[in-house]
């Protein structure tokens, strides 16, 4: 995928100082200038708002609809016809699933290990992308391609000597086993990749001249000048740990040490006719990274931008 | 409480003592070398790996915070694994890395998987060495879990296949309440007329709704006093092959089919939890469940529950009768003597009368210690779910041969697996039954030879 | 070409720095595939251990198995279901959202939020909208007089079923690629074809399109390989069933591995997969890629 992009980028040059990321940033203050000139609501804008608002709606529905759920009794639930909002709204839901699984527990389990993954990932993936980025040497479109290969074997490949691995080690029931597996990131790094291009030669170059060791350049500005990507990498890395579901079920066997979706997946399983509970469950669990993808939405749009734009 | 339990166990051992034969029956090989000796100190914690979810979850817990509070020698750590699947294959994988725990329930099909692992200590190593007395122990149960006469496993949670239904419903289309169907042909008669359309051509009540769980075919096969699996059901050796396309197998299928096809038998997929729903919810007036369930739905239903005996042929065949569900539990060899010691002692609390009421009281599995009816508390029981009776008494009265001891296979969950798959493509017109079962079988067989070769 | 001393120093410093990474990846990723190619040439136990070689026996096996082949015919279906019309209708909304209206963020944020759905939480309630009594997908439907099937019983319906789940689930990633790709077109490449007289669909096909084709390529490989490996959806929904219909390959290999306990065909049949993500992915690169127009 890089190597097309490295093509590209010699192909067609650097068209712009800093790159899209700047360009959006750029257009977005010019719209909203233009934005605060207060101006009337022409029909064509009414019906934009309305077309926006139902598909808004009709995409976010699923989720709206659980967190209805959540709050609806047992009884609501099975009335014919299906019901969309509580008739009689309640946090008795909520209540047991406080009180059935430790949610609290696991939201702390959840939020450890995809916090150590995520810096985990930055170490890593910046000191990767760094060396593809502005080190030359020989092989490195092997090593590259070996990067590009580990995107490319599936999970169920690998899984079971994995688990042998980390048992192997003694770390079953352990935030090691949970994390460390998944500090090493190609997909990060091929983002943290193209963000490190965006950055001007010549920086780079004058940076040499003055004798700078390259660590004390990635140090000193590479990194406070990728900002965005290595948010999008952190957020990325975040969500994807955060949402796994098979490797915790895997390797913690003691209630304790469980993780949100496997909690919620069991709850699934052990209420399996109280779906007002499993849905209390499913919200609970969600906010979270829905919290995290509205704070840190501009960021993921900044430093894919980087990834996909430009290829 | 505390104290009874103590002296329920002393009384145990007592009678165990001075009582006659030792409880496992078979007088030719003693097992109890397989056990630690008799003063080895038990463990102060050990693990518990369980399936009970819910209701029935809550009554383990609360068992297992007794035995903890009634002595301080011994500390039971309860964790739920999910279904009875999940802990199979958490198992699978913990015995291999050698981080199983010290106690673990396993479903009825996993016996012969457990056994041939060799990663467990027969129970009757230990009710050999202690002289433990089972000749209480409901002995449909005790046969289920043993194998060439050795109990393998303590029977925990017993439950039994009935047929649940709807006395309102019944009494709405002119069916007499007290008299549920036993034959599939009555099935048939009762559900036609159970079966009511809307205005609109609209099914809002199927007279019968059974779930595809492969079970559910095991116990119908039972009841049709056919075999599973060659070999005595894999009981008197190896089973090498399944043998379920048969005529009974053939019968069953064809029977099921056509009231899908007619319209007054539901389909709710293998969805197992969405059947019980459509019974509580009125949408089918009858279906075939484990006796586990009876307690929920006589809680959430709005109707009067009733029970019958599981369906049979309409031949009655003498042979028929029912195979028992749920599970068992299972010593871990891989663990230190003091953990199987440990083990032991709560296995032997988890038996005791007091205990065994209480737990069904709890659940609606029915106790495998036949004192437990004289506890107060099940009498109480009994009168308040008098519903019940119907299972254990079925279990009772089911004669004890191969058919109904149950199939014993290595790959028992990729072969109920598979005959849902079975179900599946017949009910969707897929494939005929008869050709439907001999895939099946087929594929079965390879699997089998695959496993036997492998697992020598 | 001959390795001088500056190679051999250059390759030491660039290994510095990739060497963290190296390690995790070998540790994880290619000794467990090496250990998992080696098992699948093993009949195994149980246990996982291993019985007795079996060498390509369990390969041809599976390449005349009936279910081997349904499974990929219900991987090709996955992928032709849900990749197109998931980038599709995400470049439909992105171009819905790329407008300069006041608040537009409300609606983006909206729309993009299945992004911080995990498959998990995704999937079970999809699984509430597709119960057929509870569920309100099938009521909606009877509003407008189409009666529902039974969404996780019928063979292809289940297939769909999973597929709109996975399509919802990848919306999100969908959206915001594409939107930043929109965003990242200049205004005076619209201007100039405004003057030159395009608008409408012409300036959809001619100028949008290719312009954001860096997006589209990136969202073909990546939701491609995405919906190769997904396995919660299956798992949650129909248990690769009704009669294998959503037994995609990834799904077979955890039965035969957790289900089935057969370890080494399990093994097969994972690098069987392996190998198919990686010839789809150089193919998508070769044939696909030169069509991409780069800025």
Known sequence: ?311 | MRRFAALALIISFVAAACGGAPGGGGASSDQSALAPGKDVKPAATITWWHAMSGVNGDALNKIVDNFNKSQSNIKVVTVFQGTYDDLLSKLNTALASNAAPALAQVYDIGQAYMRQSGETVPIQAFIDRDKFNTSDFEPAVLNYYKYQDKLQSMPWNASSSILLYNKDAFKAAGLDPEKPPTTFGEVTDYAKKLTKKDASGQTVQYGFGPSIYGWLFEQLMATSGALYCDNGNGRDDRANKVVYNGPEGKAILDWWKAGVDGGYFYNPGIDNAGATNAFNAGKSAMYIESSASLRGSVNSAKFTVGTGIYPHPDSKPATGGNIIGGASLYIMKSRPAEEQQAAWEFIKYAMTPAVQAQWNLDTGYYPVVKAAYNEQASKDWATKYPQFTTAVNQIRNSPQNRATNGCVLGVMPQARARTQKMIESVLLGQATTQAALDAAAAEMNDAIDKYNKANK | MRWTARDARSLAVALLYLGPSFLLFAAFVFIPLGRTIYLSFFYTRQSGAISTFAGLDQYTELLTSPIFHSGLLATALFVLYTVPAGIILGLVLAVLLNQRLRGINVFRTMMSSTIAISASVGSIIWLLLFNPSLGLLNFVLSLVGISGPQWLIQPNTAIIAVSITTIWLTLGTNIIVLLAGLQGVPEEIYEAAHLDGAHGARLFTRITVPMVSPSLFFLLVVDTIGVLQAFTQIHLLTRGGPVDATRALVYSIYLDAFQNFQFGYASAQAVVLFVLVLVLTVIQFQVIERRVHYQ
């Open chain 1, 1 to 311: 995928m890089s190597e097309a992009g490295s093509r590209a980028r010699r192909r067609g040059g650097l068209t712009s100082e800093l790159g899209p990321a700047k360009q959006i940033a750029v257009s977005e203050a010019g719209r909203r200038a233009a934005a605060t000139r207060r101006r009337p609501l022409r029909p064509r804008q009414v019906g934009a708002y309305v077309v926006l608002a139902l598909v808004a709606l009709l995409v976010a529905f699923p989720l709206l609809l659980a967190l209805s759920y959540s709050f609806m009794s047992e009884r609501d639930i099975v009335q014919f016809p299906p019901p969309i909002l509580p008739a009689d709204p309640t946090f008795a839901n909520y209540d047991a699933v406080l009180h059935e699984i430790p949610i609290g527990r696991y939201l702390l389990n959840s939020f450890v290990v995809s916090g150590a993954v995520v810096v985990g990932q930055l170490l890593t993936a910046s000191l990767a992308a760094y060396a593809f980025s502005f080190l030359a040497f020989r092989g490195r479109s092997l090593l590259f391609f070996l990067f590009l290969s580990t995107l490319m074997i599936p999970w169920e490949a690998t899984i079971i000597p994995n688990y042998l691995t980390v048992r192997q080690l003694g770390w079953i029931d352990t935030y090691q086993g949970l994390a460390v597996p998944f500090m090493a990131t190609a997909f990060g790094t091929f983002l943290l990749r193209q963000g490190f291009m965006q950055i001007p030669r010549e920086l780079w170059d004058s940076a040499r001249i003055d004798g700078a060791s390259s660590f004390r350049f990635l140090r000193s500005m590479v990194i406070p000048l990728s900002r965005p990507a290595l948010a999008t990498v952190g957020i990325y890395g975040f969500l994807s740990t955060y949402n796994q579901y098979f490797w915790p079920l895997l390797i913690t066997n003691q209630t304790l040490m469980r993780t949100t979706q496997v909690g919620v997946a069991q709850l699934r399983f052990e209420e399996s006719a109280r779906w007002g509970v499993i849905m209390a469950g499913v919200i609970m669990v969600a906010v979270p990274t829905l919290a995290l993808l509205i704070a840190g939405q501009r960021q993921l749009i900044r430093g894919l931008t980087a990834g996909a734009v430009k290829g």
